[in-house]
T-cell receptor
């Protein structure tokens, strides 16, 4: 079983749609959680951190459920520029290693 | 742009050869982490260097080695290359092992034939 699991997609949605991605992690000792965005043939970039209380950044909302070991990302009013792969990322110990999920590919169409 | 640079951008090697990849960290950053990203997968942690010392290692064999220089730039060395080593190799720099301030370089694409 992978440590961080995501549906690979692709999710094909029209502009303006709301789309949600889910992610599960296996290590209950996980401490920090993130969503990264990776464009085709580019490096990953931090989209947002995920906090227990949930957090929002514009059209993006992230939620964490520690009891179920589940993380989500909601994108409202999708734009063409949101087309990318979204990587769920978990840190098990303070300091170093990030564990990435396999990514969920999103394609927003006109 | 993040200020993290990697060289070379692309590389083709044959099985059994050795390769050295380089990473220059962002100014002010003393921590460099290396990741391997196979096609269609997420990045996998190889190891991290903090103030010139290895500071954590993922599930990679000893033929993956590295070092960090006094200016905090870093090298990843892979010996006895295998076909499965073909991947995008990413380095990420941060200050004092910080996670939210970890910035990735553009990567080196390695193809092993």
């Amino acid at each position: 079983r992978k440590e961080v699991e995501q549906d690979p997609g692709p999710f094909n949605v029209p502009e303006g749609a709301t789309v949600a991605f889910n992610c599960t992690y296996s290590n209950s000792a996980s401490q920090s959680f993130f969503w990264y965005r990776q464009d085709c043939r580019k490096e990953p970039k931090l989209l947002m951190s995920v906090y227990s209380s949930g957090n929002e950044d514009g059209r993006f909302t992230a939620q964490l459920n520690r009891a179920s070991q589940y993380i989500s990302l909601l994108i409202r009013d999708s734009k063409l520029s949101d087309s990318a792969t979204y990587l769920c990322v978990v840190n098990y110990n303070a300091g170093n290693m990030l564990t990435f999920g396999g990514g969920t590919r999103l394609m927003v169409k006109p | 742009e993040t200020g993290v640079t990697q060289s070379p951008t692309h590389l083709i090697k044959t099985r059994g050869q050795q390769v050295t990849l380089r990473c220059s960290s962002q100014s002010g950053h003393n921590t460099v982490s290396w990741y391997q990203q196979a096609l269609g997968q997420g990045p996998q942690f190889i190891f991290q260097y903090y103030r010139e010392e290895e500071n954590g290692r993922g599930n990679f064999p000893p033929r993956f080695s590295g070092l960090q220089f006094p200016n905090y730039s870093s090298e990843l060395n892979v010996n006895a290359l295998e076909l499965d080593d073909s991947a995008l190799y990413l380095c990420a720099s941060s200050q004092n092992q910080g996670l939210e301030t970890q910035y990735f370089g553009p990567g080196t694409r390695l193809l092993v034939l």
